[in-house]
């Protein structure tokens, strides 16, 4: 199994940017995937998260609005959109994917047993 992370870079405030998860090794319909974020200091955080079946998702409430997360099923690809982005977005995120057996909210408040791609930063400065 094998998640890859791209689209990362700096930015700044209000500028967009997106990410991309190609996920391999796995049945995707049967997972939820997920975009989390740390920062220095800080806990890691769920973003936003989707079952890749049935489009269950989930959005952290400071990213409502301004995030999308989508997929892409002739790629096998997942992204997040982040719009407007705010010096506060800056962290490293991380793509995961988690078998599909609570919401997409859980997965992204708590997951369990996640696989998890590398990371890529983001960084947005004011």
């Known amino acids: 199994v094998q998640l890859v992370e791209s689209g990362g870079g700096l930015v700044q405030s209000g500028g967009s940017l997106r990410l991309s998860c190609a996920p391999s090794g796995l049945n995707l319909d049967a997972y939820v995937i997920g975009w989390f974020r740390q920062a220095p200091g800080k806990e890691r955080e769920g973003v936003s998260c989707?079952?890749?079946?049935?489009?269950?998702?989930f959005y952290l409430n400071s990213v409502k609005g301004r995030f999308h997360i989508a997929k892409d099923r002739t790629k096998n690809t997942i992204y997040l959109q982040m719009n407007d982005l705010k010096p506060e977005d800056t962290a490293i995120y991380y793509c995961?994917?988690?078998?599909?057996?609570?919401?997409?909210?859980?997965?992204?408040?708590?997951?369990?047993?996640?696989?998890w791609g590398q990371g890529t930063q983001v960084t947005v400065s004011s």
């Open positions: 989707t079952a890749y079946k049935d489009g269950d998702t």
């Open positions: 995961a994917a988690e078998g599909y057996i609570g919401t997409a909210e859980h997965m992204c408040r708590r997951p369990l047993s996640a696989y």
